[in-house]
């Protein structure tokens, strides 16, 4: 099953779209463990670790940098997606990953093979969409939504809608369609803002 984004309106409709990189098989390769890790990034080469699932033991990877950078520009921590090992294929989850700082390189990344039937933890990312149109300020609560299900059931990204949207007003977690589908457990309050917006303030009111 494919990641979906989602989109909300204010009235809580939404839109359905298909997401960017997980339609393709990401491609790496099997890592020999003589190659040292810093060797390997001097190379332009990401070196990395799947593990989890029916996997006998975990499988050391590389990657190139390119192929990283796309996929965590596109992709986030808890993100489904498909990776290419060779001849292999596996349903993943990006686990964790070490990003530089300063220059944003991805230095390694690891990835938990799905098992069909078991619950993953994983999270939702939040955006908020036309924050320019908000006559007043925004404030985002929460940019990622902890939550447990299984793999077809999960979500990557969620994009709420704020055109409309006027001063005194909030959303909760609870208030998303999938929070209340029964697919997805959630691992936070129900009841936690996502965002809240306020008046502005002059400075002759202050």
Known sequence: ASIFSFLYTPRDSYLRRKGGISMNIVKAQERDLKDKAKRLRKAGI???????GALPESIPIQMDHRVAGKLLRE??????LTL?????????????F??????????????????????????????????????????????EIPYTSLPEDMVDVI???????????????????????????????????????EERISPTES
């Open 46 to 52: 990401v070196p990395g670790v799947v593990f989890g």
């Open 75 to 80: 992709k986030n921590e808890g993100s489904k």
């Open 84 to 96: 290419g090992i060779g001849e292999k294929t596996f349903t993943v989850q990006i686990k964790d």
């Open 98 to 143: 070490d990003q530089d700082l300063v220059t944003r390189e991805v230095r390694h990344i690891n990835f938990q093979v799905l098992e069909e039937g078991k619950k993953v933890r994983s999270v939702i990312t939040v955006h908020l969409l036309n924050r320019e149109l908000v006559n007043g300020i925004t404030e985002q609560m929460l940019h």
């Open 159 to 197: 994009t709420l809608d704020l055109a409309g949207m006027k001063p005194g007003m909030s959303f909760a977690v609870n208030e998303l369609e999938e929070a209340r589908s029964g697919k997805i457990v959630l691992d936070i309050d129900p009841e936690h803002l996502i965002y809240k917006i």
